[in-house]
T-cell receptor
Framework: QKEVEQNSGPLSVPEGAIASLNCTYSDRGSQSFFWYRQYSGKSPELIMFIYSNGDKEDGRFTAQLNKASQYVSLLIRDSQPSDSATYLCAVNLFYGQNFVFGPGTRLSVLP | DAGVIQSPRHEVTEMGQEVTLRCKPISGHNSLFWYRQTMMRGLELLIYFNNNVPIDDSGMPEDRFSAKMPNASFSTLKIQPSEPRDSAVYFC????????????FGPGTRLLVL
């Protein structure tokens, strides 16, 4: 079983819609969760992180964490074509500083 | 502030040659990570350092790969000898080991081994 799983996509949504990206993880000791965005040919850039169960909002982005279900999601409201990218979920385990990255979900926002 | 700096940005070499990738982490960060990204395998952690000490090198694929961090502001990843299957984008990332271990990535080195 892979440690961090994501649907590879592509996930296509129309401009202005809500994009929902999902991530599951296997280690219950996971402490913190990160969402990175990666444009083609570029490096991953941090969008947001979440530590506690529930929702965390930052502008058009909302991260949702459910530790009991080992599930973290990212919602993008009012999706724009500029949001088209690959979104990487990363999980930080209790015992170290290293992350385990998921394979990423490719999002395409159609104008 | 300057972000993570990597060099070279692109490297084309022939099989069997030695390749050295360089990284300068963000000033004040005390953890440094080397990743490799390919279409097939995604983003893989190769090795990470904390306070210049290698903590986990279980991701280093084989003895042809080695990494050093002689001081807090510099790290190298060396491949000797290089093989075509080493072709990938290599990212360096740094973080401050604390309550919020957010990693910040460099621009990457795109390596092509012919």
């Amino acid at each position: 079983q892979k440690e961090v799983e994501q649907n590879s996509g592509p996930l296509s949504v129309p401009e202005g819609a809500i994009a929902s990206l999902n991530c599951t993880y296997s280690d219950r000791g996971s402490q913190s969760f990160f969402w990175y965005r990666q444009y083609s040919g570029k490096s991953p850039e941090l969008i947001m992180f979440i530590y506690s169960n529930g929702d965390k909002e930052d502008g058009r982005f909302t991260a949702q964490l459910n530790k009991a279900s080992q599930y973290v999601s990212l919602l993008i409201r009012d999706s724009q074509p500029s949001d088209s990218a690959t979104y990487l979920c990363a999980v930080n385990l209790f015992y170290g500083q290293n992350f385990v990255f998921g394979p990423g979900t490719r999002l395409s926002v159609l104008p | 502030d300057a972000g993570v700096i990597q060099s070279p940005r692109h490297e084309v070499t022939e099989m069997g040659q030695e390749v050295t990738l360089r990284c300068k982490p963000i000033s004040g960060h005390n953890s440094l990570f080397w990743y490799r990204q390919t279409m097939m395998r995604g983003l893989e952690l190769l090795i990470y350092f904390n306070n210049n000490v290698p903590i986990d090198d279980s991701g280093m694929p084989e003895d042809r790969f080695s990494a050093k961090m002689p001081n807090a502001s510099f790290s190298t990843l060396k491949i000797q000898p290089s093989e075509p299957r080493d072709s990938a984008v290599y990212f360096c990332a740094s973080s401050f080991a604390g309550s919020q271990p957010t990693q910040y990535f460099g621009p990457g080195t795109r390596l092509l081994v012919l």
